[in-house]
């Protein structure tokens, strides 16, 4: 039939297209090893026709003596040795660990909006916030910490430093047990909490816990919003680049607490419905000898900051509303400022880890853009061909959404992060780890895979890190995820009617 034969020749087409694709690929990104192994090959077979005089003969002509051979020995080793002290030195992960909140901190639905009504007496805010769960991507079983569970909220120093403690101290006691780790053992610490940053600071709250060293470099960062975790990762490296033989300890939360907000502004409403309790604790470390039982090497951390943007610098702020209830308002301009953000960040780690086709087809429209017709389309590159593995910080469905359309992602693609917000919601700057503690429990992670960790926060930045697996990681037990793995991946409707 005409029809059948015109979905034929369609079809026909795309599969030469895809194994044109796939040919030009492959030329590109082995070009210097089809042109080597040709000039190697025909050197090797010359030599070999030549006999033992003539060999001998050309080695003659050369007229090396011994303090030629010596100098030239000389120059390589003092070339190798300064290539060697001047690189940068290899980051492990060595492990990490997620906290998982206990069952009596769930938060169903039904639960948060009879809080919410016994709260509030405006049936406005109530009903909007009924719509933002019913849209959210959030599951049943998400957890707020004890405070919030008063009604009304107990949003006390106290209680404040409660919370702080449950969720470090856990996620800390979990790594130490599973990597063995000594607190005289940690060189360096890094903690980040955007939204309450008492004194003593956190990372004093942990020395004092952990009775770690004296002379620990220890840094608390706050107010850098849902990407601080890669901040704090940056951080870390960089002290690991200055420090030899060194173990850095990363912890990474959000204090929920503190924050609830008692007013009707719709905008600072969304995180009391989004935000939930969680932290995440990292072990990093420079040592070699920690590169047999490491899980990854950190390859790159890029860092965008949009903030000189009055727009970016305010869409994500905390502020008093007209009551004097002070919150967290979320811009409507917020998605668009998000994609602009990711733009410039990937237009700086596409080189770091593209292969040289997708580099070339870039250049090639950008050129073609610029010479020929400014109507062409801009070449988005393949970050699949990349990275194995994506994991978008879990802010929201509508995060996830505009990430995975931008990037042309698939469903399996973004479904760590997908399920990590249905599990667990938005638990800022520490989602990125449940997103990778959901990899590794489905199994999927494999010695050589490619991470690629993406981060947004207020001021408006956007973060990327890379990671490479070092060894096939076997399916933990005791995780975040280790009760409830096999019941994911989960169908998430569009609506969920309340």
Known sequence: MPGAAAGGGGFSGSVKLKYVKLGYQYLVNHFLTLLLVPVMAATALELARMGPGELLTLWRSLQLDLVHILCSAFLVVFVGTVYFMSRPRPVYLVDYSCYKPPPSCRVPFATFMEHTRLITDDEKSVRFQTRILERSGLGEETCLPPANHYIPPNPSMEASRAEAQLVIFSAIDDLVSRTG????????????????????????????????????????????????????????????????????????????????????????????????????????????????????????????????????????????????????SLSKELMAIAGDALKSNITTIGPLVLPMSEQLLFFFRLVGRKVINKKWK??????????????????????????????????????????????????SSSSLWYELAYIEAKGRMRRGDRVWQIGFGSGFKCNSAVWKCLRTVKTPTGGPWDDCADRYPVDIPEVVKL
């Open 181 to 328: 780790l000594k607190p005289k053992d940690i060189d360096i610490l890094v903690v980040n909490c955007s939204l309450f940053s008492p004194t003593p600071s956190l990372s004093a709250m942990i020395i004092n816990k952990y009775k770690l060293r004296s002379n620990i470099r220890s840094f608390n960062l706050s107010g850098m919003g849902c990407s601080a975790g890669l901040i704090s990762l940056d951080l870390a490296r960089d002290m690991l680049q200055v420090h030899p033989n060194s173990n850095a300890l990363v912890v990474s939360t959000e204090i929920i607490t503190p924050n609830f907000y008692w007013g009707t502004r719709r905008d600072m409403m969304l995180p009391n419905c989004l935000f939930r309790m969680g932290a995440a604790a990292i072990l990093l470390s420079n040592r070699r000898r920690e590169a047999r039982r490491a899980k990854y090497r950190l390859m790159h951390v890029v860092r965008t900051h949009k903030g000189a943007d009055d727009r970016a610098y305010r869409c994500v702020y905390e502020e008093e509303d007209e009551q004097g209830h002070s919150g967290i």
């Open 378 to 427: 801009p070449y988005i590159p393949d970050f699949k061909l990349a990275f194995e593995h994506f994991c978008i910080h879990a802010g929201g469905r509508a995060v996830i959404d505009e990430l995975q359309k931008n990037l042309d992602l698939s469903a399996r693609h973004v479904e760590a992060s997908r399920m990590t917000l249905h599990r667990f919601g938005n638990t």
